[in-house]
């Protein structure tokens, strides 16, 4: 199934929230300079870091960006188009889309599109904030020109959506950064993982979907996996896939449209 015969596809994703992230968990955070602050390091300090490790390890990612991080955050979002990593939407504010009517859900895609079509042409992805989808969902990724989707957890193979025909590249919160790191201040009975609680469930996942012919997915946030530790973490990751002959290294598009 895979190119050069390898028995599966490893592929990281960037979910590149920034702030946005926290404004659409309670928009009152718009004016915390405190809580955004954790959203600013991402762009700030993460995403230059994580471009170095991904560069010299030579692997293209997949990040999956709002539209409304592309406006604050222009000068990042230039340089991840720059370096030859993919640009998929993300929405255009965090909003779940279950909290949206239907034509407030599609004015999400349409602006999101419109901000990342200023940084490159060919977006063709689409994961929505926190994975959720309506029933409106898939058909108005179909009508936007998109081909994937990156949300569902019902399978570790890409697959085709009847219907809309769009591949689904699925995901899982246990190759989710944020299930392992997830910190906030209205949570303080969560416990931070450490780096090699992670690495054991990473490489066990890696494993066993190597073992199906599936696709590991890795959801990263540059906020939450960018911190100093972890790139550390994310760099062994990288070093191990692009090292070993039978693992196809690509990004989502790329998977999908072998799929
Ligand atoms: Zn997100």
Redesign the pocket.
């Known amino acids: 199934m895979w190119r050069d015969g390898a028995a599966c596809a490893a592929c990281f994703t960037f979910?590149f929230?920034a702030e946005e992230?926290w404004i659409g968990e309670d928009p009152e955070n718009a004016r915390r300079p405190g809580v955004l602050s954790q959203g600013t390091y991402g762009a700030k300090v993460a995403v230059p870091a994580i471009l170095g490790l991904l560069e010299r390890r030579g692997v293209r990612a997949t990040f999956f960006v709002p539209g409304r991080v592309a406006e604050r955050h222009p000068g990042r979002v230039e340089q991840i188009v720059a370096a030859g990593h993919e640009l998929a939407l993300?929405g255009y504010t965090?909003r779940a889309v279950t909290s949206l009517d239907e034509a407030e859900e599609e004015e999400e895609m349409e602006r999101g599109l419109a901000a990342l079509h200023r940084f490159s042409p060919r977006v063709l992805g689409y994961r929505s904030?926190?994975w959720e989808l309506t029933d409106h969902t898939l058909g108005l990724v179909a009508s936007h020109g998109l081909t994937y989707s990156s949300n569902l957890m019902d399978d570790v193979r890409p697959y085709r959506h009847e219907g809309t025909g769009i591949v689904e590249l699925p995901v899982h919160w246990m190759l989710d950064d944020a299930a392992h790191f997830w910190f906030d201040g209205a949570g303080w009975t969560n416990k931070i993982a450490t780096n090699s609680e992670v690495r054991e469930i990473w490489w066990g996942e890696l494993e066993g979907i190597k073992a199906m012919g599936g696709a590991f997915t890795l959801t990263m946030?540059p906020q939450i996996i960018g911190r100093p530790s972890r790139l550390s973490l994310l760099d062994e990751i990288l070093s191990f896939v692009t090292t070993q002959e039978d693992i196809w290294v690509a990004t989502a598009a790329e998977i999908t449209s072998a799929s």
């Open positions: 979910d929230d992230v993300h965090h904030p926190s946030h």
